[in-house]
């Protein structure tokens, strides 16, 4: 398809384009959920990956289907357990913001292997940057994304 005319400035411009015009739809849980509940989340949104966030509904962390299968086969008990317990925490969260391109977010995932960035915005709260989730870029979006815009070279 490259060699369609034209194709090659179409990919620089995919490329090129804002988060905010690809992000899907996040699917947040609150950190004092249980892990039964997110599990049960994961399914009902058709998702692999929750964010998660405190009260204010501001992001303190992520949660993968593998963090959750690994305390499922633990003793754990998984309807008392928050999901706090077992989430990738602030502030080692890798995010992406609405004005960030395409292939920033893109790196992103394979630089740091992960499936899902969580999109956010900056808001100062009482003189701390916090971050609100916005939306979701995920390797199902990424594949999403690539799969409609290719088919329009
Ligand atoms: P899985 O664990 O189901 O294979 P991932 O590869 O996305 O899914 O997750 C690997 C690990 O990285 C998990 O422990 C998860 O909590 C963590 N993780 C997932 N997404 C992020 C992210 N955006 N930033 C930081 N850590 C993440």
Do not use: C
């Not at 179409?10 to 090129?16: F, N, P």
């Not at 990738?88 to 960035?117: C, G, H, Q």
Request: net charge negative.
């Amino acid at each position: 398809f490259v060699k369609e005319p034209g194709a090659v400035g179409k990919l620089e411009k995919l490329l090129e384009m804002k988060i905010e015009d690809l992000q899907s739809h996040p699917v947040v849980v609150q950190e004092s959920s249980s892990v039964y509940n997110a599990i049960v989340t994961l399914f009902l949104e058709d998702v692999g990956t929750l964010f998660v966030s405190d009260k204010e509904g501001y992001l303190v962390g992520v949660v993968s289907r593998k963090d959750l299968l690994k305390v499922t086969i633990g003793e754990a008990d998984i309807q008392k357990l928050p999901v706090s317990v077992v989430m990738s925490r602030m502030p080692n969260i890798i995010v992406t913001k609405p004005e960030e391109t395409f292939y920033t977010a893109l790196r992103k995932l394979v630089d740091y292997k992960v499936d899902a960035l969580p999109v956010v915005v900056e808001e100062e709260v009482n003189g701390q940057t916090r971050l609100k989730v916005v939306g979701r870029f995920s390797k199902t979006t990424l594949a999403n994304v690539l799969a409609s815009h290719l088919s329009e070279l």
